[in-house]
Each structure stands twice: as C-alpha cells, then as structure tokens.
C-alpha cells in the first residue's frame, strides 16, 4: 500500500514558495502535503478528495486567505481550517471567524512545536468528523435522547441597554433571554437556566471578561459565543479565536439584521453541538499562557472550578 494514503492530507495554501517548502518539509512526515500557490485550486482539491487539514495564508493576490478558506468550508465543511498571516490584519481576524469559522488563527513566523501540535489536533479532530459523516451518510441517525428538549436560553453579558435592544430583537420567539450586567450574576444564570449562546462584551467597565469567555468554552463546550464589542485589539481577538474558540465577532453597534443572522446561525451550531458530540471537538480550545481566572472572584472561580478549570 502507498504510505501516502495512510497518512492524513495537509493541503498548504500560499504564494510565496518557501513558506510551503518549509512547512511541507515540517510535515512530511506526518502527513500526504498537497501545495498550491491559487485559491480556487485549492478549493478545487478539497471539492474532488478528502482534505483533512488546510493552512492557508492570509495575503495572496489572487484570492485572500479568509476567501480560500471561506470556499473550502462550503466544499468541505469537516476540513479542519487554519489561517496563517504575519501582518496585524484586524480584518483578516475578524474574517477568519465570521466567514471561514477557522480552528486556529496562526502567526508568522511560527512556533514549531505550537504549529505541529495545532496541526496535530486538528487532523485528530477532521478524522472524527470525517468518519461521523460518513455515518451519517450510511443511513445511521442521531440518537433521539441527544435531541434538546426545549429552547436554549440567550444570555447577554453586558451592561450596555443598546446591546440589550439589540439581542432581543435577534432572540426568536420562544428562546427566552437572560440579561446579566456583570459576571457574577452571568454565573448564576449560566447555573440556573439551559444557555445555548452567550453575547457578551469583553470589557465590564474597567474589567475584562476574556478569561471568563475562554473559560466558559472548557467548561461548557456546548455554549457558542457571540462576541459584540467595540474592541479594536488585534492580539486580544486572536486569544479568543485560539483559547476561546468565539463563534462570531460583532461591532458596536453594528447592522441589526446581519446580527439576526449571526443569532440564528449560534442557535444551529448549538443544536449541532448538543446533538452530535464529536462536533465539540472542532472547537478544542489552545491551552491559555495567561491565568483563566486571575482577577475573578471567588464565587465565579469556585463555578468554574467545579468543571475542572483552574488554572
């Protein structure tokens, strides 16, 4: 049997050629690499044979790498999608998450050991999800007793009442919708109610809820965030990508009915989450190199500590 069909694919999207040797040259090993300089090829491969991980960097002059990764989630949706950059691209960021829904946003130059254990994981993760569709596809359905009950809960964090406005004209009728201005009391109701999706700001005044949002995801994989703030920090949403794993990034503040989108898309990738568990696994967080709970209060650290958060 040919070695390269028994290894998983890594298809390497960049136009500068000694960017993909020297990736494919750290990879070979591991992997069958595929390399292309072109977008649209890139898409193509993953349209005609299984890609189980794509990396593609962020400026091309053909085609950007939101774009490339944006079309190989439609063509591929269990192709696990990393992006590459070395500029601070604010946009790109943004784009990274909003449109190509990316498992890590990576920064150039790299960190060897970081960059194979991202590419590692995410190759663990595609095989999953790989073999789930195929399940799937041979009739096998989703268990009944994983199917949600009832409507999840909308929780807002944030003490802004525009923001209050806003995600309740985006709340469906039926989900019922829960306002916490601060985390305590986010806490709380994160105890009390089945919340599918968070909406939170990262900044409480003088306080920052970005360990919180990072935390949360280790403790509850099921919740999807929705991130709505005016923040402008490049390496602040970075973090959240790789450690908190947000769902979507809204400005302050921002169009109504693309936020309406963006509400609806969480409330199915939420379904998605509680109904097939191995989807859970496309949203493993980075591990933090800054404390989680550093600043929290004891009742909030004591929350998430029963989840086995502690750091």
Known sequence: MNESNTKPTLLLVDDEARITRSLKMLFRNEFNVLTTDNGHDAIEIARTQPVAVVISDQRMPIMAGVDVLRGIREVSPNTMRLLLTGYADLAAVIGSVNEGEIFRFLQKPWDVEQIRADVRAAAQVAELSFAAAARRNSGQVIDEAAQPLSRPGIL?????????????????????????????????????????????????????????????KQSHPQLVTIVLTQLRDYELLVELINQGQVFRFHPKPGHVGTFVKNMQSALDYHKILQTLPEARQRHAVAKSDKPLLAGLSDRVMGYFRRFGVNN
């Open 156 to 216: 807002l964090l944030d003490q802004d009442p525009v923001a209050y406005e806003l995600v309740k004209r985006a709340t469906p009728q039926g989900n019922p919708l829960y306002w916490a201005r601060h985390l305590d009391e986010a806490m709380e109701l994160l105890s009390a109610h089945a919340i599918g999706v968070l909406v939170a700001d990262v900044l409480d005044g003088q306080a920052s809820h970005v360990g919180a949002i990072k935390a949360l």
